[in-house]
């Protein structure tokens, strides 16, 4: 299994050498689970494609400064936490969302202290970008 984690880290470094995201293919998905983001956090890695799961542990205020963003922290099930910055200039806001809901992900990981942070939870109205997204209560967000 570290094995496994170890090569999930490095086509992520990889992608990020190259100046882009570990997973350039839309329909990819990037690398998943609680492993991937774990070995995301210890390493310290940024802009890595990730998808994953876990409970809405806190709801914060929107970030109005720029790009709208809605923003909220995930607890996953091995603990970690993750600021979800869903911009909502190019995708909808996330309708109806509580502290306890489970919710999916899709996005670019950037390192932080404090567990990191997940955005281009969206399509890329370029094409230039793998698209993201959100799925709560059966809707996906993109």
């Not at 496994?4 to 997973?23: D, K, Q, R």
């Not at 998943?32 to 409970?55: C, I």
């Not at 400064?65 to 993750?82: A, K, P």
């Amino acid at each position: 299994m570290k094995q496994v984690v170890v090569a999930i880290v490095l086509v992520g470094l990889a992608g990020v050498a190259a100046g882009g995201c570990a997973a350039s293919k839309p329909d990819a998905g990037g690398d998943s689970g609680d492993a991937a983001l774990a070995a995301a956090f210890r390493d310290r890695v940024d802009d890595l494609q990730v998808r994953g799961s876990g409970t809405v542990a806190t709801l914060l205020a929107d970030d109005d400064e720029g790009s709208r963003h809605q923003r909220f922290i995930v607890r996953l099930d091995s603990g970690q936490t993750l600021l979800v910055a869903h911009n909502i200039d190019v995708a909808p806001r996330v309708e109806g969302l509580e502290v306890g809901d489970e919710i999916a992900f899709s996005g670019v990981y950037e390192w932080s202290a404090e567990g990191g942070t997940i955005h281009w939870t969206h399509g890329d109205p370029d094409g230039d970008h793998a698209p993201g997204w959100l799925r709560h209560d059966a809707t996906t967000y993109e």
